[in-house]
Nanobody, 126 residues
């Protein structure tokens, strides 16, 4: 299974971006799909996850009410709509997929994911 993320870029504070992640396999086969981010010198941190058919989502507190995760099964694509971006959101963003069922604590933990994309860089700066 291959995941390809895109949509990153250099934006100003307050701007919006939409990240996309195309999956080579049927996203319907994946129990959960998530976005994580990493800054230099730090571990990957959870951003958002969507489970099942897309009706169950979780968000990190830092992005709640600003980011929206969604998936389009017909296009095998995962999205992350980011609004009101802040300099603290600067990071490399990775999409990931998990096949097996998991509780909330499972699907917010990077090591519990089966497949990863290479990531796309988001830089928020004035």
């Amino acid at each position: 299974v291959q995941l390809q993320a895109s949509g990153g870029g250099l934006v100003q504070p307050g701007d919006s971006l939409r990240l996309s992640c195309v999956v080579s396999d049927r996203t319907a086969r994946m129990y959960a799909m998530g976005w994580f981010r990493r800054t230099p010198g730090k571990d990957r941190e959870f951003v958002a996850v969507v489970r099942g058919s897309g009706d169950g989502t979780l968000y990190a507190d830092s992005v709640q009410d600003r980011f929206t995760i969604s998936r389009d099964k017909t296009k095998n694509t995962l999205y992350l709509q980011m609004t009101n971006l802040r300099p603290q959101d600067t990071a490399r963003y990775f999409c990931a997929a998990r096949v097996r069922f998991g509780e909330d604590e499972d699907i917010v933990t990077p090591r519990n994911y089966d497949y990863w994309g290479r990531g796309t860089q988001v830089t928020v700066s004035s």
